[in-house]
DNA sequence: TCATCATGGCTAA
DNA sequence: TAGCCCTGATGAC
């Protein structure tokens, strides 16, 4: 269930079982069957994630480009490997079966690919900054959006824009900044989009310290309003993403959707008001 | 038990 | 814009 902090804590969990150690790679299901047969007992470097894409280095100057996509799982676990279930793409496994055994399986990936050095340069040409890398460079964003008449709330889901930012954080930092998800980038103040990316830094890592999505502030956490906690599939506290016709945690206004480039998109009329240019006509 | 939907994104058309 | 990848949670029967 992928943004950008959920690869970033696959990268660090392969990073920490099997990074410098020679590990045993296979594909159950077939279709990563050539690629693995090459890297199988070879030496594992380590891992990053740049957005959500994940890169495995391999030495040799080989990587496993992997991208998960809308349900694609890579499960991590320590101790030997279970007989696998369902259609393994790729499966890990390091330790020989000892009690130091480690093994990962990936499900469902949009993209499990190896890749030469070059390769890996072409697809990292693509895409924009990631706000959990600190080589990231948010002056790129920047000068996409300011220079764009698409609406802010598909250009923070374009990953040749920003890296790493999903249909959740897209919601939550919308709403944050009381921001209408329609409002054109190129109408954005510098201190705004600053302003979002900071808070993108933020919330992110700490998407990575829990493994979930919570974006409310103290005062919004079920405790300080008394109310339930969010029971889902993600469980984290958000403002708006899903909450469709629920009251908003701060003015009670019902939440809104819509879809926007295929995607649902989720706001506050209220907290989130239409931005209306000074060259607007007032009757409108 | 089955149908639907989803935190993505590529490709063909 | 639709299909696809072919998982897994959810809710309707």
Redesign the pocket.
């Known amino acids: 269930?992928?943004?950008g902090?959920?690869l970033r804590r696959l990268a660090d969990g392969i990073s920490g079982r099997f990074a410098g150690q020679t590990v045993a790679v296979s594909s159950p299901?077939g279709?990563f069957a050539d690629s693995a047969s090459v890297l199988d007992g070879t030496r594992l470097i380590d891992a990053e994630s740049w957005?959500?894409?994940l890169f495995v280095a391999f030495e040799g100057e080989r990587w496993v480009h992997v991208?998960?996509?809308?349900?694609?799982?890579f499960?991590l676990a320590d101790g030997p490997a279970p007989p696998p279930?369902?259609?393994v793409?790729m499966r890990l496994e390091s330790g020989n079966g000892s009690a130091r055994a480690s093994y990962g399986d990936l499900?469902?990936?949009?993209?499990c690919e190896l890749l030469t050095d070059g390769q890996r340069l072409a697809?990292l040409d693509?895409l924009g900054p990631d706000p959990l890398r600190e080589d990231a460079d948010p002056g790129r964003a920047w000068a996409r959006i300011s220079r764009s008449r698409a609406p802010i709330g598909a250009l923070l889901?374009?990953?040749?824009v920003l890296?790493?930012?999903?249909?959740?954080?897209?919601a939550e930092v919308l709403f944050r900044h009381r921001m209408h998800p329609l409002r054109p980038g190129n109408t954005l103040r510098r201190s705004q989009f600053e302003a979002m990316w900071a808070d993108l830094v933020t919330l992110m890592a700490a998407g990575v310290r829990s493994g979930?999505?919570d974006t409310v502030r103290p005062e919004h956490e079920p405790e300080a309003m008394g109310r339930a906690p969010r029971?889902?599939?993600?469980?984290?506290e958000v403002y708006v993403?899903?909450r469709t016709d629920q009251a908003c945690l701060v003015c009670g206004s019902r939440v809104r959707t819509d879809v926007l480039?295929?995607?649902?998109l989720?706001w506050c009329p209220r907290c989130q008001p239409r931005f209306r240019s000074r060259a607007a006509s007032p009757s409108r």
Request: zero cysteines; charged letters at 25%.
């Open positions: 269930m992928p943004e902090h959920t299901q279709r957005g959500k894409h991208h998960l996509g809308l349900y694609g799982t499960e279930v369902g259609q793409r499900r469902g990936a949009t993209a697809v693509r889901m374009d990953q040749q890296a790493g930012v999903g249909n959740v954080y897209r979930r999505i029971q889902d599939d993600h469980g984290g993403y899903r480039v295929g995607r649902n989720f």
